[in-house]
């Protein structure tokens, strides 16, 4: 059981450029999200989705785009990158609300 | 909005030597307290989930307690292979939030020989 996999692990892009970080979980669970984990913040939540077809912003959703067409993916775009999005990403599932998230093993990103 | 406030920052210990971890909270109707371990370069791991004040939960060489303002991760004769950073989160009940997990920014544990 794979769980929740994260695609790239390293990736470092030059102001401006635009990237797709992927994620896709085996375990059907409803609910997916982003977080970013920036030292001494804390993990912050980007966007997240309730089901198929339906995404909502987080605390830090600008400069960031969600899709939600299968349960199973939910990839994170960034539109135009700059240095200030530079950290590390993470990728969780939980089959509820209320339940426990599990994590991807992130993405760390940098922007030059 | 929720707040998470966990100290300390870092705590170095022996091995044997036991402590506590404080994660204070502020939540609009809580659903739910977890604690996660994160080792470097690795996503967060969970290890518990809370509900209800006077809950606790047990695992190995560790122990989590739950009370209406705080929670507390008892590590009893740690060793080495516990070193880590562990993580506090809180779930509201507020509108809006049906998947919003609100983390502390950790403490560091470092458990040596």
């Known amino acids: 059981n794979a769980g929740v996999t994260q695609t790239p692990k390293f990736q470092v892009l030059k102001t401006g450029q635009s990237m797709t970080l992927q994620c896709a979980q085996d375990?059907?669970?409803?609910?997916m999200s982003w977080y970013r984990q920036d030292p001494g913040m804390g993990l912050r939540l980007i966007h997240y989705?309730?089901?198929?077809?339906?995404?909502d912003q987080g605390e830090v959703p600008n400069g960031y785009n969600v899709s939600r067409s299968t349960t199973e993916d939910f990839p994170l775009r960034l539109l135009s990158a700059a240095p200030s999005q530079t950290s590390v990403y993470f990728c969780?599932?939980?089959?509820?609300?209320?339940?426990?998230?599990?994590f991807g093993q992130g993405t760390r990103l940098t922007v030059v | 909005e929720d707040q998470v406030t966990q100290s300390p920052e870092a705590l170095r210990l022996q091995e044997g030597e036991s402590s506590s971890l404080n994660c204070s909270y502020t939540?609009?109707?809580?659903?739910?307290l977890f604690w996660y371990r994160q080792d470097p370069g690795k996503g967060p791991e969970f290890l518990f989930t809370l509900y209800s004040a006077g809950e606790e939960k047990e695992k190995e060489r560790l122990k989590a307690t739950l009370t209406k303002k705080e929670s507390f991760l008892h590590i009893t004769a740690p060793k080495p292979e516990d070193s880590a950073t562990y993580l506090c989160a809180v779930k509201g009940g507020g509108t809006g939030t049906a998947s919003k997990l609100t983390f502390g920014t950790g403490t560091r544990l470092q458990v040596t020989l």
């Open positions: 939540v609009s109707g809580l659903r739910g």
């Open positions: 969780a599932s939980s089959p509820r609300a209320q339940g426990r998230a599990f």
């Open positions: 375990m059907n669970h409803e609910y």
């Open positions: 989705s309730v089901g198929a077809g339906i995404t």
